[in-house]
């Protein structure tokens, strides 16, 4: 039998009156009752606080529908992109993967997969901030390990083990999605735009990466039309290649990519921000770039 997760805390701070907050509504289905997802995504997000996580304030249930009641976001990663087509800045690129990284590896140590990492998973406010979302596909990892369905992960940001029917992963699966988003904020357009099936999946990423053999497998092919779009941004192809290693357990962790020299422009106080703390939007009085109290916005003039 299926049951509604505990309601979340109460949440302290701005009254409730003045709180502008997003509403996700699911249908109740007197025969099937609790959609899975959701029931799965309440559970995990009541035990999940963190600056890069989004905030579960409360769940409503009535006869007819259940409701999730989130902080509000400005937008999200996919809506942004399209609204600076041809790549982000690199400074922007720089604070968005670290804060994505920084979620990952929250929710990693707590042995939770996402599973289903896409740019519109992931949301932005007006200040800067990225908060990872909809966590309907995520599991909590057994340990030592477990198999899982292979029919995870939207097509475009799916690894190439699952692809080929792979059911045993671990956080591996994150980072390569994770890889796939990070080289899409850069060039502006996704590595990887299957449109048929698993099949053609692959062949786009072995055209990029190499097709793999048993001496290949572990390494990263270093195709010229992998490395072009990223030369622009210092550092940005090693990171993009250590995460989107065709052999699973070869891919870097979401803790170590944060050290990665590609973020070492960005101020080391970002490192000593508590989990718990939205001092990102804070990031104008630590580094150099300048977001101000406005929406932040991309500068085109270069491209």
Not at 41 to 68: M, P, W, Y
Not at 131 to 156: C, H, M, N
Not at 162 to 172: I, N
Request: hydrophobic share 40%; charged share 20%.
């Amino acid at each position: 039998s299926t049951s509604l997760p505990n309601r979340p805390p109460p949440v302290t701070g701005t009254p409730p009156a003045a709180r502008l907050v997003a509403l996700k509504v699911f249908s109740l289905e007197v025969e099937e009752g609790l959609p899975f997802t959701a029931i799965r995504e309440g559970s995990l997000l009541r035990c999940l606080k963190h600056a890069n996580i989004v905030l579960l304030h409360d769940i409503i249930q009535t006869k007819e529908t259940l409701t999730f009641v989130f902080e509000y976001m400005h937008t999200d990663l996919a809506q942004y992109m399209a609204q600076h087509p041809g790549g982000l800045q690199s400074h922007n690129v720089m604070l968005f993967m670290f804060q994505l990284l920084r979620g990952l590896a929250y929710i990693h140590r707590q042995h939770i997969l996402h599973r289903d990492l896409k740019p519109q998973n992931l949301l932005i406010s007006c200040l800067g901030e990225l908060k990872l979302a909809d966590f309907g596909l995520a599991r909590a990892k057994s340990i030592p390990s477990q198999t899982y369905s292979s029919e995870v992960v939207t097509l475009w940001y799916r690894p190439p083990d699952v692809l080929l029917g792979a059911t045993e992963y671990s956080s591996d699966l994150d980072i390569w999605s994770a890889g796939c988003v990070f080289v899409e904020m850069v060039q502006g357009q996704p590595i990887f735009a299957g449109t048929s099936g698993a099949l053609e999946q692959l062949e786009k990423i072995w055209a990029v990466l190499g097709v793999p053999n048993e001496d290949t497998w572990p390494g990263l092919s270093k195709a010229s039309a992998f490395s072009l779009r990223l030369s622009r941004v210092p550092a940005a192809e090693d990171l993009a290649s250590r995460m989107l290693t065709a052999f699973p357990r070869g891919r870097i962790s979401a803790q170590d990519a944060l050290v990665h020299p590609f973020f070492s422009p960005l101020p080391p106080q970002l490192h000593q921000v508590p989990a718990g703390k939205e001092n990102f939007s804070k990031v104008n009085s630590l580094g150099k770039n300048n977001w101000g109290n406005q929406c932040f916005k991309e500068k085109n003039a270069s491209k």
